[in-house]
């Protein structure tokens, strides 16, 4: 591999890292880090991961300050809204066009998914109920988000989604809070599943206000 290969290599693999300690938590929302603690976390050299932090200032995951080093984004009540709100006109428009165009296969599996998910926090006994909560939430949002069929749109999500994912790591899960997204999740599948467009917005908007008003942004 010659130099360059190698360089982008790194630089592929500090954007991952830094991701993965986004969305896993062992980076918090509102962080200080210097350069250095931020090498130690990740494990990777200095120049790659310099270039990933500039990735991430550019979706406003991360800021620099002077003086003072990196700061994770903050999970503040006008973030949060912001968030929610792109996450929803997406969600909505994904939606939209996934019924205009027939593309609404595999909505089975999803249903079952948040059922059984459902099921499990009314009984309260599976200890990774919160993990497992965040991925069958972003199971139905990645659906309504790969139906906008745009690559510029779908790549504006995805970042959005980690900036969720750092606000969703300072407001996890509560069980009860499970049982009623679950609940708002399988009214979108109904809705999709019957061609109602309407009734889909009308879902997701619900859902959307429902998630800000339990994280205490409404």
Request: contains cysteine; charged residues 20%; neutral net charge.
């Amino acid at each position: 591999m010659n130099q360059s290969g190698e360089v982008n290599l790194l630089a592929d693999k500090a954007q991952q890292a830094l991701w993965a300690a986004l969305r896993g938590g062992q980076l918090q929302a509102g962080q200080f880090l210097s350069m250095a603690q931020l090498v130690q976390v990740l494990d990777c050299p200095i120049a790659a991961i310099r270039d990933a932090v500039k990735q991430a200032s550019a979706h406003g995951l991360l800021s620099t300050l002077p003086k003072r080093g990196i700061q994770v984004m903050e999970a503040r009540p006008g973030v949060i809204r912001d968030c929610l709100d792109f996450r929803m006109a997406l969600d909505q428009e994904g939606a939209r066009r996934r019924i205009a165009s027939g593309g609404i296969e595999g909505l089975d599996d999803l249903r079952a998914q948040h059922v059984r998910l459902q099921d499990a926090a009314r009984s309260g006994k599976d200890p990774q109920l919160s993990s497992r909560a965040i991925e069958v939430d972003l199971s139905l949002h990645d659906f309504l988000a790969r139906g906008l069929g745009n690559g510029q749109l779908i790549k504006s999500y995805d970042a959005n989604r980690m900036r969720i994912a750092i606000i969703q790591n300072a407001r996890p899960f509560l069980h009860v809070r499970i049982v009623s997204a679950m609940q708002e999740h399988l009214a979108v599948i109904d809705a999709l599943q019957q061609g109602d467009t309407g009734a889909t917005i009308e879902a997701i908007r619900y859902h959307c206000e429902q998630t800000l008003s339990w994280w205490g942004v409404a």
